[in-house]
């Protein structure tokens, strides 16, 4: 398995502009989440899915983000406006859910850094 | 909120040292710890998993404590080597779904 895919890998934009950043979770894989990592923030979880249905997306950040997910092969994170302040790496993580055998463990891409002018 | 902490500066040790990572938590009761280790341009790659009546877990080189009365969880690395230098993130959840990152702390092993 080629693991978990994310794209683009570096976005440059203005502030503004529409920002659509895309994922390929593991194949079999019915978790899939979205965070945020910044110096100061550290990495912070932004929304997550099961079965392709958004399960908690109480930390994203305000209206201008969105996430979707319309199969489980595919999810997208969209900004629109970006603003500076976006500027950060996105990575977007899958796991299985192991039930009563305990916690999940989550495969991470390499993450999709957005530098909003 | 919950709270997660960590070193807070970077830490240096020698070569063939133990290096011991904290990671403390406030305002949460969490049911899962995890440890990920991540290299600069890379995601976070899981290390080992503690639960909640877990007292201490191993694998290799690495030992993880959970002590859920002084809400701590102690990382430690024997033997270090360069190869072991990263930074290193402590994750918290309670239903096993669902995990919140400390901002990690960066680990130099100098030869």
């Known amino acids: 398995d080629a693991g978990v895919i994310q794209s683009p890998r570096h976005e440059v934009t203005e502030m503004g502009q529409e920002v659509t950043l895309r994922c390929k979770p593991i194949?079999?894989?019915?978790?899939l989440f979205w965070y945020r990592q910044t110096m100061m923030r550290g990495l912070e979880l932004l929304i997550y899915?099961?079965?392709?249905?958004?399960?908690?997306d109480s930390g994203m950040p305000e209206d201008r983000f969105s996430a979707k997910m319309p199969n489980a092969s595919f999810s997208t994170l969209k900004i629109q406006p970006s603003e500076p302040r976006d500027s950060a790496v996105y990575f977007c993580?899958?796991?299985?859910?192991?039930?009563?055998?305990?916690?999940?463990?989550?495969?991470f891409g390499a993450g999709s850094r957005l530098t909003v002018l | 909120s919950q709270k997660i902490e960590q070193n807070s500066e970077a830490l240096n040790i020698q070569e063939g040292k133990t290096a011991t990572l904290t990671c403390n938590y406030t305002?949460?009761?969490?049911?899962?710890l995890q440890w990920y280790r991540q290299d600069p341009g890379r995601g976070p790659v899981f290390l080992l998993l503690?639960?909640?009546?877990?007292k201490e877990k191993r694998k290799e080189r690495l030992k993880v404590t959970f002590d859920t009365t002084l809400k701590q969880s102690l990382f430690h690395i024997t033997a270090s080597q360069p190869a072991d230098s990263a930074t290193y993130l402590c994750?918290?959840?309670?239903?096993?779904?669902?995990?919140?990152f400390g901002t990690g702390t960066s680990l130099t092993v100098i030869p």
């Open positions: 993580a899958s796991s299985i859910d192991r039930g009563g055998s305990g916690a999940n463990v989550l495969t």
């Open positions: 194949s079999g894989h019915d978790y």
């Open positions: 899915f099961n079965n392709n249905v958004p399960i908690d």
């Open positions: 305002n949460y009761s969490p049911a899962y």
């Open positions: 503690i639960r909640e009546n877990e």
């Open positions: 994750a918290l959840g309670d239903t096993g779904n669902q995990f919140y």
